[in-house]
């Protein structure tokens, strides 16, 4: 199980990571909201 969530996680940053290189605007991106629902995202998958 630990590892489908370690896989969860990884999955998160990489579409992230390319979110964040296909941006235009890198420097108007809400750190805070992504990492509010990243986390949120983490928690849910981890009690379903």
Known sequence: MFGYLLLNIVGILVFIGVAYLLSKDRKNIHWK???VM???NIFLAWFL
């Open 33 to 35: 909201s992504i990492s």
């Open 38 to 40: 990243v986390i949120l």
